[in-house]
């Protein structure tokens, strides 16, 4: 009598073994099932990583990592220039790039051109919910305009982020207040400068010690332009000192011949 298909092929009596014929007996007649879901299931594992590989975040951070590892400023500059122009690229990575490529020109001296960067960066920081990023660009416009010498533009763009910024950017809090000191400064009002920088010199926060020193360096130089000049005392400071008579030059006498 031949066995049925249900049952062990074989006579060897392991339970494990029994179970595992089992179970290849039930593939061999349903195949098909099994091949179908796993072809479904590499479909899908595909199509989860298209997906992944094409969001836009995803590919401009791979962008963006790529033109930080140019061989030289000249490429990447312009890795981040087209990044910063590719209308398909994620907003906050256009950002970025445009914040970059305005470093470049204020390195370069070409305040122009670092301010149209500048100005591209906050549109495109304007457009992602990151208030990071958002006051990066104010920033970075704010010193294309110092550097332009448009000091109440820049005054006004670096007021706008000293002291409204929260505790999780304490380090931009401190570059917007450096600047607007040094505006002030340049624009001769030296009060509000320092006036500025003195809440700063007891601040001590970790990560920040080069700002603070450059604070408190720029404190001093502040409030030692300050100080009245030492006033001079006359030549004659006693009142009964005769007055000073103003005399005529020696004559000189002619040259013989003449």
Same mark, same amino acid.
């Given at each position: 009598?031949?066995? %049925?298909?249900?049952?062990?092929?074989?006579?060897?009596?392991?339970?494990?073994?029994?179970?595992?014929?089992?179970?290849?007996?039930?593939?061999?007649?349903? *195949?098909?099932?099994?091949?179908?879901?796993?072809?479904?299931?590499?479909?899908?594992?595909?199509?989860?990583?298209?997906?992944?590989?094409?969001r836009p975040?995803?590919?401009?951070?791979?962008?963006?990592?790529? =033109?930080?590892?140019?061989?030289?400023?000249?490429?990447?500059?312009?890795?981040?220039?087209?990044?910063?122009?590719?209308?398909?690229?994620?907003?906050?990575?256009?950002?970025?790039? *445009?914040?970059?490529?305005?470093?470049?020109?204020?390195?370069?001296?070409?305040?122009?051109?670092?301010?149209?960067?500048?100005?591209?960066?906050?549109?495109?920081?304007?457009?992602?919910?990151?208030?990071?990023?958002?006051?990066?660009?104010?920033?970075?416009?704010?010193?294309? /305009?110092?550097?332009? +010498?448009?000091?109440?533009?820049?005054?006004?763009?670096y007021s706008?982020?000293?002291?409204?910024?929260?505790?999780?950017? =304490?380090?931009?809090?401190?570059?917007?207040?450096?600047?607007?000191?040094?505006?002030?400064?340049?624009?001769?009002?030296?009060?509000?400068?320092?006036?500025?920088? /003195?809440?700063?010199?007891?601040?001590?926060?970790? +990560?920040?010690?080069k700002q603070?020193?450059?604070?408190?360096?720029?404190? *001093?130089?502040?409030?030692?332009?300050?100080?009245?000049?030492?006033?001079?005392?006359?030549?004659?400071? %006693?009142?009964?000192?005769?007055?000073?008579?103003?005399?005529?030059?020696?004559?000189?006498?002619?040259?013989? +011949?003449?």
């Amino acid at each position: 009598m031949a066995p %049925s298909d249900s049952s062990p092929s074989s006579s060897y009596s392991d339970p494990i073994y029994d179970r595992l014929d089992v179970l290849a007996q039930a593939v061999r007649h349903r *195949w098909y099932i099994y091949v179908t879901a796993l072809l479904l299931i590499i479909f899908v594992a595909l199509l989860i990583r298209r997906e992944l590989n094409n969001r836009p975040d995803q590919v401009s951070a791979a962008a963006f990592s790529r =033109a930080s590892e140019g061989k030289d400023d000249a490429e990447s500059l312009g890795r981040y220039k087209t990044l910063a122009e590719d209308e398909k690229a994620d907003p906050y990575y256009r950002a970025r790039a *445009w914040i970059e490529v305005t470093q470049y020109r204020l390195d370069a001296d070409d305040a122009n051109a670092a301010k149209t960067a500048a100005q591209n960066a906050v549109t495109q920081a304007a457009a992602t919910h990151d208030t990071e990023i958002k006051a990066l660009s104010r920033l970075s416009l704010a010193a294309a /305009e110092y550097q332009l +010498g448009d000091f109440d533009d820049a005054l006004n763009d670096y007021s706008s982020l000293a002291g409204s910024l929260g505790a999780r950017e =304490a380090a931009l809090d401190l570059e917007a207040n450096l600047g607007k000191a040094r505006t002030l400064q340049s624009q001769g009002k030296l009060n509000d400068a320092a006036a500025t920088l /003195e809440p700063l010199l007891s601040r001590q926060d970790a +990560g920040a010690e080069k700002q603070l020193d450059v604070a408190r360096v720029l404190y *001093w130089s502040i409030k030692r332009a300050m100080e009245p000049l030492p006033a001079i005392a006359p030549l004659s400071a %006693s009142p009964n000192a005769p007055p000073m008579i103003m005399r005529p030059a020696p004559a000189v006498a002619a040259p013989a +011949g003449k």
